[in-house]
């Protein structure tokens, strides 16, 4: 079974910058579409990023767009997720997810498109 675990939450000051990590295992990476999504306590889950097998192609909310960044890295199996200029609203879980997508040229942007799912990392902005 794929299994994705999650790291580099933590607490930051508005303002401040935090990479994410994602790293799969039980699968082979590179054939994998990878997505970011967030969930903050009373609100619906959120598609930040997502990015195609071999990174070719990646998409954001434009409530991130031009300060998040999504990456992969498939020598280690890890998906990355850098954030900078961070607001309070940027508070929440962050959760990476996985779905098979070999040779396939589309960012999925819809948590049900995913079938595979991290357990999530918090991320609190401080003002």
């Known amino acids: 079974q794929v299994q994705l675990v999650e790291s580099g939450g933590g607490l930051v000051q508005a303002g401040g910058s935090l990479r994410l990590s994602c790293a799969l295992s039980?699968?082979?990476?590179?054939?994998?579409?990878m997505g970011w999504f967030r969930q903050a306590p009373g609100k619906e889950r959120e598609f930040v990023g997502g990015i195609t097998w071999n990174g070719g192609r990646t998409d954001y909310a434009d409530s991130v767009k031009g300060r998040f960044t999504i990456s992969r890295e498939n020598a280690k199996n890890t998906v990355f997720l850098t954030m900078n200029s961070l607001r309070p609203e940027d508070t929440a879980a962050y959760s990476c997810?996985?779905?098979?997508?070999?040779?396939?040229?589309?960012?999925?942007?819809?948590?049900?498109?995913?079938?595979?799912w991290g357990q999530g990392t918090q991320v609190t902005v401080s003002s």
């Open positions: 039980g699968g082979t990476f590179s054939v994998y579409a």
């Open positions: 997810a996985a779905r098979a997508a070999y040779l396939v040229d589309r960012v999925y942007a819809a948590p049900n498109e995913y079938p595979y």
